[in-house]
């Protein structure tokens, strides 16, 4: 069982650590602000008033120790800071919050292994399920089962699945297809692809993200 | 292509109207504060300063020919009035933001079509993510497309698909099998589902809604 810790228990933070506690994970939340402690008192494993940009702090913690540290500081400098002295004392896992894509870019750049732009990735979920759009993100159901919708290009139209050699050409499985507002099942080599049918397929997320078009 | 308004341009409202409009969408926005009108000039098809929870206001703003509005506004009691009048006047789909399940059920009352509560729902989703567990939600692909993981119990433990008759008893199609961390496809009915296993499955929404353990 993973140890997670929160720093920065603003919105973002305590809604993580919520969603980890709600799942029986132990999480240690750490803020700077004595108020944000005591209201958040009984609801996560441990609670610590700490300024975590700050390295002696973060050896004190032991936060080299958690399996997952994730950054719920909004502020940009106190955020990359924050990150940076973690990747200094070797955090295995670290997640962090953005407030754009300049900010995005930075943290992957000094190593964050995940960023969230919390309003960003919402706003384009909802913006999908309220345009009645098919999806066509990459979406993880597990970690080596994700599902991805892939639009039917010129190049396989009117073929078969057995003409295409869909699985060999693609190394991934396709499931359903979506054409003209409805979804049918693929389960035969002699279902046929049209160009504008999105196609859903699965695999691995890596051999998803590949996939531009069919 | 459907018409949108959005509610309230706070920092879920905005979110949505900028996802919306990313994906080529018509969005009017509408907001009491005229310093998030001006700060918002240009960045969606249209802005209105106006007080939303006044029936005429809605009726002059022709609220009812919109496809669907969202309500981004976050006080409480506000967000449940102008819901109120916005069913009065005849709106077809309503999304609203809700601050707690308390709200989220008094919208749902009077007719509400999708609640969303934000930090719980994103809250959730990472937590599932960084608990590196399976996705157990109902995830939406496309209107009629959904994926849901769902646990195996005793019943049908050592049983294979056929035996199950898995289609005709659950009324969904079983496509992968999540065991000891891996994820195997599911495409014989020779294929054994074993208790503790989490099989995913694919369906309507409303088909995988009803379906608690296997
Ligand atoms: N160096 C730090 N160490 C510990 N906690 C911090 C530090 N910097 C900020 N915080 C805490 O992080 C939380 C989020 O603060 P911040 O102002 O950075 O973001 P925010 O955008 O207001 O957050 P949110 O939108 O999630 O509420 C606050 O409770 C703050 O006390
Ligand atoms: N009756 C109304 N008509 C139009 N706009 C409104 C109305 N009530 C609130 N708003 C606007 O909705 C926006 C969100 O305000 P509110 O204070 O309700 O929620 P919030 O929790 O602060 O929002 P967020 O967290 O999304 O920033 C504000 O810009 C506000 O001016």
Same mark, same amino acid.
């Given at each position: 069982? $993973?140890?997670? %810790?929160?720093? *920065?228990?603003?919105?973002?933070?305590?809604?993580?650590?919520?969603?980890?506690?709600?799942?029986?994970?132990?999480?240690?939340?750490?803020? $700077?602000?004595?108020?944000?402690?005591?209201?958040?008192?009984?609801?996560?494993? =441990?609670? #610590?008033?700490? =300024?975590?940009?700050?390295?002696?702090?973060?050896?004190?913690?032991?936060?080299?120790?958690? =399996?997952?540290?994730?950054?719920?500081?909004?502020?940009?400098?106190?955020?990359?800071?924050? #990150?940076?002295?973690?990747?200094?004392?070797?955090?295995?896992?670290? !997640? %962090?919050?953005?407030?754009?894509?300049?900010?995005?870019?930075?943290?992957?750049?000094?190593? #964050?292994?995940?960023?969230?732009?919390?309003?960003?990735?919402? *706003?384009?979920?909802? %913006? !999908?399920?309220?345009?009645?759009?098919?999806?066509?993100?990459?979406?993880?159901?597990?970690?080596?089962?994700?599902?991805?919708?892939?639009?039917?290009?010129? $190049?396989?139209?009117? !073929?078969?699945?057995?003409?295409?050699?869909?699985?060999?050409?693609? *190394?991934?499985?396709?499931?359903?297809?979506?054409?003209?507002?409805?979804?049918?099942?693929?389960?035969?080599?002699? =279902?046929?692809?049209?160009?504008?049918? #999105?196609?859903?397929?699965?695999?691995?997320?890596?051999?998803?993200?590949?996939?531009?078009?069919?």
């Amino acid at each position: 069982n $993973k140890e997670f %810790a929160v720093i *920065g228990l603003g919105g973002f933070g305590l809604a993580i650590a919520r969603g980890l506690v709600k799942r029986g994970n132990s999480v240690l939340g750490i803020d $700077k602000n004595r108020m944000v402690i005591e209201n958040n008192a009984g609801e996560l494993t =441990d609670l #610590v008033k700490a =300024d975590a940009s700050n390295i002696e702090t973060l050896n004190e913690l032991g936060i080299a120790d958690f =399996d997952v540290v994730i950054v719920g500081i909004g502020a940009i400098e106190r955020s990359i800071l924050t #990150v940076q002295l973690l990747k200094e004392v070797g955090v295995e896992f670290i !997640m %962090a919050r953005a407030q754009n894509e300049t900010h995005e870019h930075i943290l992957y750049k000094i190593g #964050v292994d995940k960023v969230i732009i919390p309003e960003k990735d919402m *706003g384009d979920r909802v %913006a !999908m399920m309220l345009s009645g759009s098919v999806f066509l993100d990459i979406v993880d159901l597990a970690e080596d089962f994700s599902i991805a919708g892939i639009k039917v290009g010129e $190049k396989y139209s009117g !073929m078969n699945l057995g003409e295409i050699e869909f699985r060999k050409t693609f *190394g991934v499985t396709a499931i359903m297809v979506h054409r003209n507002g409805k979804s049918y099942p693929l389960n035969s080599p002699e =279902d046929k692809l049209f160009k504008g049918d #999105v196609v859903f397929v699965s695999g691995r997320y890596e051999e998803l993200e590949n996939i531009k078009e069919i």
